[in-house]
Nanobody, 126 residues
Framework: EVELVESGGGLVQAGGSLRLSCAASGFTFDDHAIGWFRQAPGKEREGVSCITFSDGRTHDEESVRGRFTISTDNALNTVYLQIDSLKPDDTAVYYC???????????????????WGQGTQVTVSS
């Protein structure tokens, strides 16, 4: 079975840090694009960061640039999202997704995300 499993979420005070993990099961990340998204209560899902596993090329959305860092561990077939200087507005369910075909629109993190994880909750207290 092909799936993504996120972990690492939790409750943290503003100013703190978290590292989220996205592990693949049933497939490897080779030649995939992997993205991180979040959805806050009452808001639409938004992309935050993405990476192409083969060459490590990354893109961070402007709203998180400088605080969010996406990275990979090829040996563990895992993608991480390091979140620093957390703010209450970062409270959301964070999801990872994969595009096996790396079908990029040519802009930002616009890929064809076809494999999704179940999400991990991040709550930032003020």
């Amino acid at each position: 079975e092909v799936e993504l499993v996120e972990s690492g979420g939790g409750l943290v005070q503003a100013g703190g840090s978290l590292r989220l993990s996205c592990a693949a099961s049933g497939f490897t990340f080779d030649d995939h694009a992997i993205g991180w998204f979040r959805q806050a209560p009452g808001k639409e899902r938004e992309g935050v960061s993405c990476i192409t596993f083969s060459d490590g090329r990354t893109h961070d959305e402007e709203s998180v640039r400088g605080r969010f860092t996406i990275s990979t561990d090829n040996a563990l077939n895992t993608v991480y999202l390091q979140i620093d200087s957390l703010k209450p507005d970062d409270t959301a369910v964070y999801y990872c997704a994969a595009d096996p075909g790396m079908t990029w629109s040519g802009y930002g993190c616009e890929y064809e995300w076809s494999i999704w994880g179940q999400g991990t909750q991040v709550t930032v207290s003020s």
